[in-house]
């Protein structure tokens, strides 16, 4: 019963029958969405072969630690967007069933071909997604670049096969020793880029932009959290276990990554909007998990990865709150709005301060295995980067947490009065489950040594021999 | 090289790559919405001939097993391909919709003045 491919196929039987049963579509998806996430539980690891064709010539699912924590994490992530912004879904049911088989098939498959596929399932869901918001430009421009970057990531495997003569993951990476650099870096730049989009790396991040910052409270946790949160995990996975490249092209990828990560910290920290902070800041921190994976850090990328996913989903559904009632989300034009609304201000300053990396949060436990794992491996340009960086994300983020709570202009003195008008932000059951998801942050910062078991499950993750900091390496021993 | 012998420059490959950047070409200098679609799909088209024409050999069978001593054509890129077409289709078919609605919301096909209309609407 616990085969991974019913994560891709109930959610795609779904859709279909959500097609003939219009009315019933928004049930259809809470099923869907409550049978993978009880399933991602109770998956184990190993392989499953398609089609009854062995690879590398058939197709296979593979579930490692690592995959296994994407599945659960994401499942989890997309039903509680959902069940948050259950009254938003309306017709989208079947496009967000089809984008969740697509993301469980970008985690589970072992064949670049295969990922190619969900990947562009995926990305056409979050094409008509995006279109909600009806600035149908910025759709428009998603999808150019977009389909580029499917394009560009088509050439790159087709390149590859050229090369190894295979498409299946794992055959892939036992051939790629045998090839040198010159001939690889076409190939894995082309596919860099292609993911990269989706990643929302740099130079082809400029769709961003208009996507997240008119999306609603449903579509940009949506896009911020769980598809942007895949991506990292298919990079990832990619990156470090079936393309670990050499030298030369490491640095090419890094500075990118780098580049990346700074961009996005200091464009959020010119930004008026309240999406538009956290839209940058999401970019940024994308270049820092690439950055992670692609210097061989696994474990605390995906520590970072999972504490910026968390982070996002709480803040951008609070944000897409802002719009909904209050028709801006410029943070001078909603001073002191946390007043009103205490418990929602709670869940997202606990967001805000985690992602600003303040102790007994989860961001803190990312930031320092970042740092540790960083010094270990005699590395020190890159940590100065990121904690000059964290200086730019904590001034930001202080800024913006300052003006939602205080009442009142800066140089006046706090009053209720000064405060914008009372309005609910987030029902009473949305205010719950967004303080249990800020819960989880801090139960991950405090009770570091159960969240490392969760993670790894006593294995290293695709290989990773980078250290895990725990409680008894505080204590001096080892 | 011996006489007679020329080098073929008008190999699938080649037309690919000339297919795959004129897409480019398309999709950087036309101001028109619909021309930057149709880059779109030439590009894929591009990619989709380079890949059917990378393991091909003259003279080569259908997989069938049973011979021996024919050299069989690689069945991989035949199959996939079809499904690389679905997916180009697809996001065309996408792309179109969009480009209608949008077409219906600023009345133009041409990506300089739907920026121009947005910084009007800005500014009012």
Known sequence: ??????????????????????????????VGLLFNTALAFFITTGETIIGGFAPP????????????????LINTLMLITIVVSFDLVGKYSIVLLTALAGINGMLLTGDLFNLFVFMEITVIAAYILSAQAKKYHHTITYLVIGSVGSVLYLLGIILLYNLTGSLNMADVAAKLPLLTTKELLVPVLLIFIGIGVEVKLMPVSGWVKGVYSNANRLIAPLFASVIAGTALFVFGKLFVSVLPVSDTLTLLMLIMSVMTFVFGEFAAFNQKRV???????????????????????????VILLISNVISKLIMFTIAGAFTEKYETDDYESLNGVFVHNKFTGIAFTIAALSMAGIPLLIGFYAKLNILIGFFQAQNYVLPAIILLMAIVEGAYIIKLL?????????????????????????????????????LVIIAGGVLIDITEKVVTDGQPLLGDQSPSFTISQSKGGE | MKEGK????????????????????????????????????????????????????????PPIMGEVGIVYADPLPQALVITAIVV?????????????????????????????????????
Request: proline share 2%; aromatic share 10%.
């Open chain 1, 57 to 72: 010539y058939g197709i296979n699912l593979v579930v490692d630690q690592f995959t296994l924590v994407g599945v659960i």
């Open chain 2, 6 to 61: 020329k080098i073929n420059l008008l190999t699938a490959q080649n037309t690919a790559i000339v297919l795959f950047f004129i897409g480019f070409y398309g999709l950087c200098a036309r101001r028109n919405i619909i021309k930057t679609i149709i880059s779109l799909g030439i590009m894929g088209g591009g990619v989709i001939l380079y890949f059917i024409s990378i393991n091909h050999q003259p003279n080569s069978m």
């Open chain 2, 88 to 124: 180009g289709i697809s996001v065309t078919a996408v792309a179109l919709v969009m480009f209608i609605s949008m077409y219906h919301t600023y009345g133009t096909t041409n990506w300089q003045k739907v920026k121009k209309m947005l910084n009007e609407r800005k500014n009012k």
């Open chain 1, 1 to 30: 019963m616990n085969n991974p491919v019913l994560l891709i196929v109930i959610p795609l039987l779904l859709a279909f029958l959500s097609v003939i049963i219009k009315k019933a579509g928004k049930w259809l998806l809470l």
């Open chain 1, 402 to 438: 300052l003006a939602l709570w205080a009442p009142g202009k800066e140089g006046q003195v706090s009053e209720k009065s000064f405060a914008v008008e009372k309005k609910q932000l987030l029902s009473v059951k949305n205010t719950i489950i967004c303080l249990i998801v800020a």
């Open chain 1, 275 to 301: 999406k538009n902070i956290l839209l940058y800041s999401s970019i940024g921190q994308a270049g820092l998990v690439t950055a992670l994976f692609i210097s061989g850090l696994v474990y605390a990328a």
